[in-house]
């Protein structure tokens, strides 16, 4: 019988590699959403904020890349909310 394996948690240490594997994937996704260079680029800043202050929140490592697409697609969200109601 194979042993499932243990949840391991992220940290905050390890979020410059985080930021390394996930920064150019991340930001295609952005800008593919958002058609200003930019924005996507603030975006992205804003994830990684999100990322760095709940990354000890995440109970298994295993879900870290879906985890962090999810915070990318609200962020997204957030924005196109916000652009709406100024005009």
């Known amino acids: 019988m194979r ?3 243990a949840a391991v948690p992220a940290s905050k240490a390890r979020i410059g590699t985080i930021y390394a594997v996930m920064r150019d994937p991340l930001l295609r ?4 959403r958002v058609r200003d260079a930019s924005a996507a680029d603030d975006l992205l800043h ?3 904020l ?3 202050d709940h990354v000890d929140s995440l109970r ?5 890349e879906s985890w962090i697409y999810q915070i990318a697609r609200n962020a997204v969200i957030d924005r196109q909310r ?3 109601l100024a005009l």
């Open 3 to 5: 042993k499932k394996a």
């Open 29 to 32: 996704f952005l800008r593919r």
């Open 46 to 48: 804003d994830v990684f």
């Open 50 to 52: 999100r990322v760095h």
């Open 60 to 64: 298994d490592v295993r879900c870290l």
């Open 82 to 84: 916000r652009e709406r």
